[in-house]
């Protein structure tokens, strides 16, 4: 019985944190005019940020609390990919979560960068190579589990074995005597 239970559970646990809800959270240009200027904060630069960085701090939260694409605001395209500004070179599109920083969190140095490298520091938030480029990042918030109607029908099943093993046992039990 106490196996019974413990699959029931387990199988209600695994099915609701596979099916987080995702919903779109907005979109961004990579040069947008309420992001860094590359040449601020000389030598160093600005701070850089990741695909799903730059969400979460357009959209609040954290950055493990988005996925990106490159495609559209349509959940069914989402590709993990983001747009990126590099240093010296221009847009190109990489993993969500891509991180090349200098000295692990500027865009930069300010100087000194080899122009046309696409390995120089990188960030997908930044006014510099991309204007009016059509760069746009779409991200999508996953939220937390939301349980589909096959769980509920899976859990209601369980419990009612559990009943039942619970109702032999009680009957198994039970002494008969006759007077």
Do not use: C, H
């Not at 490159?70 to 993993?95: K, L, Q």
């Not at 960068?113 to 746009?136: M, Y």
Request: proline share 4%; charged share 15%; glycine share 10%.
């Amino acid at each position: 019985m106490k196996k019974l239970l413990l699959v029931s559970v387990g199988a209600f646990a695994l099915s609701t944190s596979a099916n987080a809800a995702t919903v779109f959270a907005g979109s961004w240009d990579v040069y947008n005019a309420a992001a860094p200027q590359w040449t601020e904060a000389p030598p160093n630069g600005p701070l850089a940020y990741t695909g799903q960085e730059a969400a979460a701090l357009l959209f609040g939260g954290n950055a493990s609390d988005y996925v990106i694409s490159t495609i559209d605001s349509d959940i069914a395209n989402i590709n993990n990919m983001a747009w990126y500004d590099v240093i010296g070179f221009g847009g190109s599109v990489f993993a969500e979560d891509y991180s090349n920083k200098y000295l692990g969190q500027f865009y930069g140095p300010t100087s000194g960068f080899v122009l046309g490298d696409n390995t120089n520091a990188a960030s997908a938030f930044i006014r510099d190579n991309l204007s009016n480029a059509g760069a746009i990042n779409f991200a999508f918030r996953v939220d937390g589990a939301v349980p589909e109607p096959a769980t509920w029908a899976f859990m209601i099943f369980g419990f009612g074995a559990i009943g039942g093993a619970m109702r032999r046992q009680r009957k198994a039990n039970v002494k008969v005597s006759y007077a």
